[in-house]
């Protein structure tokens, strides 16, 4: 595609569920980032992978958050068990290489936790 | 750590004027890269303006253009001639030149251009 699709678009998930979101970057980026965007706030860095190495998870709140992207191409990011502090938008960038200077986001993902 | 802080949360401008919107940083760093990002409704995260730190030269993307003051970390964004397709949420961003592209958001301005 064109750009960055992350779906689903809307997720509501019941308090201890687990859900699984999903990145299709722009294709042959090497970089890809999730950030945590809460309500009213600026969007907070998550994980960074090259390719389908993992080389930062610094910003993942907890062991319930889970990112892989096997193939170095779609990213899933899983939270298992979730809670209601785990309500945000979930948006996945890309770039095309290590240094590159621009980002592309996708429209991220809004999860509710009820 | 780096820090980005935009001390404006709302602004608003009447449309074909010119606003300014703030945004300090702070960094051990010398070499940097700043930008602007837009945010309307929908979500989508556009790129709207950069600037390297090692430029003095301030960035002018058509409309919007910045004030760099790197001795002072300062980093503000003028938009002129205010279009409606300019109400957004706006984030400053900071990235530091090292491996890879982690970018730190400030808390972002809600910008209202009223017709």
């Known amino acids: 595609g064109a750009g960055v699709s992350q779906s689903p678009r809307y997720k509501v998930a019941k308090r201890g569920q687990d859900v699984a979101l999903r990145c299709d970057p722009i294709?042959?980026?090497?970089?890809l980032f999730w950030y945590q965007q809460a309500l009213g706030q600026g969007p907070e860095f998550l994980t960074y992978?090259?390719?389908?190495?993992?080389?930062?998870k610094s910003g993942l709140p907890s062991d319930r958050f889970f990112a892989e992207r096997p193939e170095g191409s779609v990213s899933t990011l899983k939270i298992q068990r979730t809670q209601q502090e785990d309500s945000a938008v979930y948006l996945c960038?890309?770039?095309?290489?290590?240094?590159?200077?621009?980002?592309?986001f996708g429209q991220g993902t809004r999860l509710t936790v009820v | 750590a780096q820090t980005v802080t935009q001390s404006q949360p709302e602004m608003s401008v009447q449309e074909a004027e010119t606003v300014t919107l703030s945004c300090t940083y702070d960094?051990?760093?010398?070499?940097?890269?700043l930008f602007w990002y837009k945010q309307p409704p929908s979500r989508q995260m556009i790129l709207v303006i950069r600037?390297?730190?090692?430029?003095?030269q301030n960035a002018t993307e058509n409309r919007f253009s910045v004030n760099f003051q790197k001795a002072a970390k300062s980093f503000s964004l003028k938009i002129s001639d205010s279009q409606l397709g300019d109400t957004a949420m706006y984030f400053c961003?900071?990235?530091?030149?090292?491996?890879?592209?982690?970018?730190?958001f400030g808390p972002g301005t809600s910008l209202s251009v009223i017709p």
């Open positions: 992978f090259q390719n389908e190495a993992q080389l930062d």
């Open positions: 294709s042959g980026h090497v970089s």
């Open positions: 961003a900071f990235r530091e030149q090292t491996s890879y592209d982690k970018v730190i």
């Open positions: 600037q390297e730190a090692y430029k003095q």
């Open positions: 960038a890309s770039s095309l290489f290590r240094g590159g200077t621009e980002a592309f």
């Open positions: 960094t051990s760093e010398n070499n940097y890269y």
